[in-house]
């Protein structure tokens, strides 16, 4: 099982395990947001296992809405639903590549605005050309995803109900 932790003002700050988040609620370091439906037991005491905890002072440096989210191949993927971006194929992980718009022969960089996922056969055809070079059309543009979209997939796989989602945005705004 694993614990989603949120910073104090309820952004995301990254994934533990549930006995980690149990030594920062027990030394009072977080508090419990929502739990399991089950109970961890001692022999005098009895705890709801955590599903996210809130913890009680703000870290500035995890904070994901200080600088964004990160980039990284696997959220480029996220971001676009593991979707070609040129042919609109569905991939799986195995199957998905990264693009770079303007090729990094040409100057291109590992950016958000400069990376969209793409199928082996796109990328192959697209080579080290830019998209109108090859006469390929993006399906959308691409840039930095919104803090918002990673605390809903966050949430999401913490088996959060829209409401809940709602309620911790809002406080987090």
Known sequence: MRTLVLNAGYEPVRVVSWQ????LLLTEKAELVKSHNRFIRSVSRS?????????KRYIKNFSIAAG?????RQN?????KYTCQYCSKKL?????????IIPRSKGGSDTWENTVCCCVACNSRKGSRTPEESHMTLQKAAKR???????????????????EMDEIWAIAT
């Open 68 to 72: 964004g989210i990160c980039y990284s």
């Open 47 to 55: 705890f709801q296992l955590p599903q996210i905890i809130k913890l």
């Open 92 to 100: 799986t992980e195995k199957h998905a590549t990264i693009d770079h």
């Open 76 to 80: 480029v993927f996220k971001r676009d």
């Open 145 to 163: 995803p919104p803090v918002r979209n990673a605390l809903s997939d966050m949430l999401e796989e913490f088996d959060c109900d829209e409401l």
């Open 20 to 23: 980690k988040a149990m030594i």
